[in-house]
């Protein structure tokens, strides 16, 4: 993904260790695996922002920037994890100084985004009644 090798070329101002809620990881694989994988699109709350979410990393990028990295979730450390409900500790990157205001934001506006998307493409289930055979006797 070519946001991944600019990632790596953008010096962090700040990079920490941290966790991700398992509602919104787990949200997020669900995702990228029913919908698209890499996914990307943009933040309604946070004009001019998109983001890209992909298997190893979730990246706040400024369109109007060509793609400048903002913030980014890296390094998921998913092995050993022994329970779906478990907070999944990563890497958290800033590259802009205020960009540890809208890490709560952002967080809501993809579970939002995330769950409209899940629930669109849901396939309609077929409604079939199975008929069983007629025992007489």
Same mark, same amino acid.
């Given at each position: 993904?070519?946001?991944?090798t600019?990632?790596h070329s953008v010096?962090a101002?700040k990079?920490?260790?941290?966790v991700?809620?398992a509602k919104?990881y787990?949200?997020v /694989? $669900? #995702? *990228?695996?029913?919908l698209?994988n890499?996914?990307r699109?943009?933040?309604?709350?946070?004009? @001019?922002l998109d983001?890209?979410l992909?298997d190893?990393a979730?990246?706040?990028v400024?369109r109007?920037l060509?793609?400048l990295p903002v913030?980014?979730w890296?390094?998921?450390q998913v092995h050993? /994890? $022994? #329970? *779906?409900?478990?907070?999944?500790p990563?890497?958290?990157?800033?590259?802009?100084?205020?960009? @540890?205001?809208?890490?709560?934001t952002?967080l809501?506006?993809v579970?939002?985004?995330l769950a409209e998307?899940?629930?669109?493409a849901?396939?309609?289930l077929k409604?079939?009644?199975?008929?069983?055979? $007629?025992i007489?006797r």
């Amino acid at each position: 993904m070519i946001v991944e090798t600019r990632l790596h070329s953008v010096p962090a101002l700040k990079v920490m260790d941290s966790v991700v809620a398992a509602k919104h990881y787990n949200r997020v /694989r $669900l #995702a *990228l695996a029913r919908l698209d994988n890499p996914l990307r699109f943009p933040l309604p709350h946070l004009r @001019g922002l998109d983001m890209l979410l992909s298997d190893e990393a979730w990246v706040c990028v400024d369109r109007t920037l060509d793609d400048l990295p903002v913030l980014a979730w890296t390094d998921f450390q998913v092995h050993g /994890r $022994l #329970a *779906l409900h478990a907070p999944v500790p990563c890497r958290l990157r800033f590259f802009h100084a205020y960009a @540890g205001l809208i890490v709560g934001t952002l967080l809501q506006d993809v579970a939002v985004i995330l769950a409209e998307r899940l629930v669109r493409a849901q396939r309609p289930l077929k409604k079939r009644v199975t008929p069983l055979p $007629l025992i007489r006797r």
